[in-house]
Every structure is written in structure tokens, then in C-alpha cells.
């Protein structure tokens, strides 16, 4: 069971929700105060649903999953992370076709499939990709008699790995190249390579081809405005990610509760927040791990400080300017995971 955002139907925000999946339906839950809400907010019938992962619908989103059902109605769910997307994708997608053992054992050869090697870094294969000497150059390409500025064809994209020592085999590079893509540091272009993002399935969707046509997705530059770099300096956010998940934190004025996505990095040590409706994917808060405490609350009784929708699985984070943040987990466990992260970088 998961908290990721589920885009609305009707008013077309992102929400969190509480996701638990069943045989052939995925349930969705309010999520309020740390817990879900029962009953059911919906459900999704996965019965001749088919799957879009990772779905780039939307250019600042990279961690969306599609679900299209047999009524046509689509869903867009959003996980926090890779790994998260796609084990939820994964589990869905055998759960869609749990009748047929064939196409199963098909996803857990391709859940076992390449995986990239823990000292390689996608920033670092990015940037020798835009480098003027060695990179590569994209140019106008034509497809279907169409002209497309500032690209390269997959199989140039494929050589470059290869020559560079970034893959052993063009499966290997095909499937980086599909990584890249995933991350949001590429994105297809033209019919060809749109085509196979549209496929639905969990096979590669980066085409190893002298017609399919991809650019440097615009996200992958920073571009940050002079308002912006007073408001968040852009070294919080250079860190190693080491832990992400939704919690519930307290505001600081009117003292509610709302859940936020906390993300939690490393050299430098920063906790940031960021509010699951908005689109853009800056922090709304955050602050410095250095010189912080952190410590559980217990659960008998409201600590002073604390109002409003209290569930328990509490815990505190003071930072060295005696800022009090209050947040509460899921369970206790979570509570736990999250403390003892934490800890690691005060």
C-alpha cells in the first residue's frame, strides 16, 4: 500500500491517496492526519485495463503511471520515487494479467533485466552527452517529411553509449537510453518514437533505430530566475536523495495538518516538502539537518504544540534555530524508518 497523487476527475488536481491492490481491482483511499479514510474514495476495475509506464504526459512529471480501463476513463497515479513507480507497475500490470501465465513470466524476466550499476551517474552520462567536444550534437532531422530541430536518432544515441563505456551490449545501452528517457533527461520526438511511449507495456519503449528521433528534454536545464535563487538555493536541492515518502506535517500558522511529499538528501543534509497538488516540482519548505534533533512523541496525549487531527505516530524535528517541525507517519515503523534517517545526517 502506497500514498502517491491520483489526478481528479472532475477538478483536474493531484491528491494524495492510499492505494492498496487486490486481485483484479486497485482500491483508493482518502488519506488524512497519517491515515486513510474509510470507506473506498473509488476503485479501478483492472479487467482490459491497459498500463503506460512511465507515462510522460507531462513533461515535469517523470514518476506517472496511466491506467486507461475498458470504458476509456484514465487514471494517472504518481509514485515518489523510481523504484516505487515501477514495483507498483509491475504488481499491477501481473495483476492485469493474471490470467495469462505467459505474459507473467515475461515481466519478471524483464523486472530482472539490466540494472544500472550503483557508480554510474545519470547527471554525469547527461552532461558528457551535451558536451560540445565529445556529446552528441543534435541537428535538424526529418521524419515523414516533417523537419525537427536539435535532435539525434536513437541508434547515434545507442553507438554513443557503446563507444563511451557506458553499456557492454545494445540491449544494455537500449535499455539506458530507456532509463534516460524515463528520468526525464530525454524525450521522444516525431511519430516513430512517440509511437512506441503509447505502447502500454512494460517492454522497452526506446527504439534502437535510424528513424526514431529524440532531443535533451528541456527540464534536464536549470533554469532558475534571480527571485528564486533568494528564495531556494539551488545547493539544498544538489544532495543524494536518501529517503522520500508522504507524510503529515503541521503548519506552523493555522496549526493544520496537510500531507506533503518530504524529501530527504544528503551532503549537504536537508529535509524538503513539497505539496502533492502543485504542478511544479520546487519544494514548499525545507530546512538544514545540521546541528537538528529528532525524537518520536508518544502517543498518550497531545504534546503541547500540537492541534487539530492528531492520529499518534508522531515525531519532532527542533532545527539548531529552535524551529519546531511536527510530523506524523503512517505507523510506527514508518516513524522509525524516517527517525532514524534523519539521525544519520544531524
Not at 12 to 36: D, M, P, V
Not at 324 to 342: G, T
Amino acid at each position: 500500500m502506497i500514498f502517491p497523487q491520483e489526478k481528479g476527475h472532475i477538478v483536474h488536481n493531484w491528491k494524495a491517496r492510499w492505494f492498496i491492490l487486490r486481485q483484479n481491482t486497485l482500491l483508493y483511499y482518502k488519506f488524512e492526519g497519517g491515515r486513510k479514510v474509510t470507506p473506498p474514495k473509488g476503485r479501478i476495475l483492472l479487467d482490459g485495463c491497459t498500463i503506460t509506464c512511465p507515462c510522460l504526459e507531462y513533461e515535469n512529471r517523470p514518476l506517472l503511471i496511466k491506467l486507461k480501463t475498458q470504458t476509456s476513463t484514465e487514471y494517472f497515479l504518481e509514485a515518489c520515487s523510481r523504484e516505487e513507480r515501477d514495483a507498483w507497475a509491475f504488481e499491477i500490470t501481473g495483476a492485469i494479467h493474471a490470467g495469462q501465465p505467459g505474459k507473467v513470466q515475461q515481466l519478471h524476466l524483464l523486472k530482472n533485466s539490466f540494472k544500472l550499476p550503483p557508480h554510474i551517474s545519470l547527471h554525469r552520462i547527461v552532461d558528457k552527452m551535451r558536451d560540445s567536444s565529445c556529446g552528441i550534437r543534435p541537428s535538424p532531422n526529418m521524419e515523414q517529411g516533417s523537419t525537427y530541430k536539435k535532435t539525434f536518432i536513437g541508434s547515434s544515441l545507442v553507438d554513443w553509449l557503446l563507444s563511451n563505456g557506458f553499456a557492454a551490449s545494445r540491449l544494455e545501452a537500449v535499455t539506458l537510453a530507456s532509463v534516460l528517457m524515463e528520468e526525464n533527461f530525454l524525450r521522444p520526438v516525431g511519430t516513430r518514437s512517440m509511437g512506441a511511449i503509447r505502447s502500454g507495456d512494460l517492454s522497452e519503449q526506446f527504439l534502437d533505430d535510424s528513424t526514431a528521433l529524440y532531443t535533451f528534454a528541456e527540464s534536464c536545464k536549470k533554469k532558475i530566475s534571480p527571485k528564486e535563487e533568494i528564495s531556494l538555493s539551488t545547493m539544498e536541492l544538489s544532495g543524494t536523495v536518501v529517503k522520500q515518502g508522504y507524510l503529515a506535517k503541521q503548519g506552523h500558522k493555522r496549526k493544520n495538518w496537510k500531507v506533503r511529499r518530504f524529501v530527504l538528501r544528503k551532503d549537504p543534509a536537508f529535509l524538503h516538502y513539497y505539496d502533492p497538488s502543485k504542478e511544479e516540482n520546487r519544494p514548499v519548505g525545507g530546512f538544514s539537518l545540521r546541528g537538528s534533533l529528532v525524537s518520536a512523541l508518544e502517543d498518550n496525549g497531545v504534546p503541547t504544540g500540537v492541534k487539530g487531527n492528531v492520529q499518534g505516530n508522531l515525531f519532532k524535528v527542533i532545527t539548531k534555530d529552535d524551529i519546531h517541525y511536527y510530523i506524523q507517519a503512517s505507523s510506527k515503523a514508518e516513524r522509525s524508518e524516517w527517525i532514524e534517517a534523519i539521525k544519520k545526517l544531524t
